[in-house]
């Protein structure tokens, strides 16, 4: 049973534009979240964090909102850019008081952004 | 600073088969992860080694194994190799202190096919 959900496999926006990127989890004990963003032939490549203590996170073009009634968090990118298409992944920790234990991920969303 | 660096990059072994894969932490890191990603999947949590110990294990078999050693490179192990282990195997890096365990870092991974 998938603990943490991304339910859409793509996205398609043009450049400029505002990216939302929807992750949806299950369990509970989930005290902290993150995003990592994954080209080809590389290993993800940590994006942004945020603890459940928070409900928004801000760096740069990106925010990461965390709904926790919801059990939901999106990643927002403003203005977004060309060199944004990539696979994102939506990851969760628990159990450890704030820290990153075992990370569980989604299935990603693959982002395209069009000139 | 150096990044996660991890060898091989690209593997073929035979159903049977044993294989070793390694991975570098980055530089000031005690914890090593690894994590396997299936085609069109998230990674999955494999193990994670923190000062030489194995510190959390996901739902994978025995004849999953790793070590990690003084200088904090670690290896990944695996014997009986079946056809669902072809996958890109992960390995990510962090700082575990004073219980809380920092920001994990990824490495390129290493592609292994199983014939």
């Known amino acids: 049973d998938q603990q943490v959900k991304q339910n859409s496999p793509s996205l398609s926006v043009q450049e400029g534009r505002i990216s939302i990127l929807n992750c949806d989890y299950t369990n509970s004990m989930f005290d902290y979240f993150l995003w990592y963003k994954k080209y080809p032939a590389e290993g993800p490549t940590f994006l942004i964090s945020i603890s459940s203590i928070k409900d928004k996170n801000e760096d740069g073009r990106f925010t990461v909102f965390l709904n926790k009634s919801a059990k939901h968090l999106s990643l927002h990118i403003v203005p977004s850019q060309p060199g944004d298409s990539a696979v994102y992944f939506c990851a969760a920790s628990g159990n450890e008081g704030g820290s990153q234990g075992n990370l569980i991920f989604g299935k990603g969303t693959k982002l395209s952004v069009k000139p | 600073e150096t990044g996660v660096t991890q060898s091989p990059t690209h593997l073929i072994k035979t159903r049977g088969q044993q294989v070793t894969l390694r991975c570098s932490s980055q530089s000031g890191h005690n914890t090593v992860s690894w994590y396997q990603q299936a085609l069109g999947q998230g990674p999955q949590f494999i193990f994670q080694?923190?000062?030489?110990?194995?510190?959390g294990r996901g739902n994978f078999p025995p004849r999953f194994s790793g070590l990690q050693f003084p200088n904090y490179s670690s290896e990944l192990n695996v014997n009986a190799l079946e056809l669902d282990d072809s996958a890109l195997y992960l390995c990510a890096s962090s700082l575990k202190a004073g219980g809380y365990t920092d920001t994990q870092y990824f490495g390129p991974g290493t592609r292994l096919t199983v014939l």
């Open positions: 080694y923190y000062r030489e110990e194995e510190n």
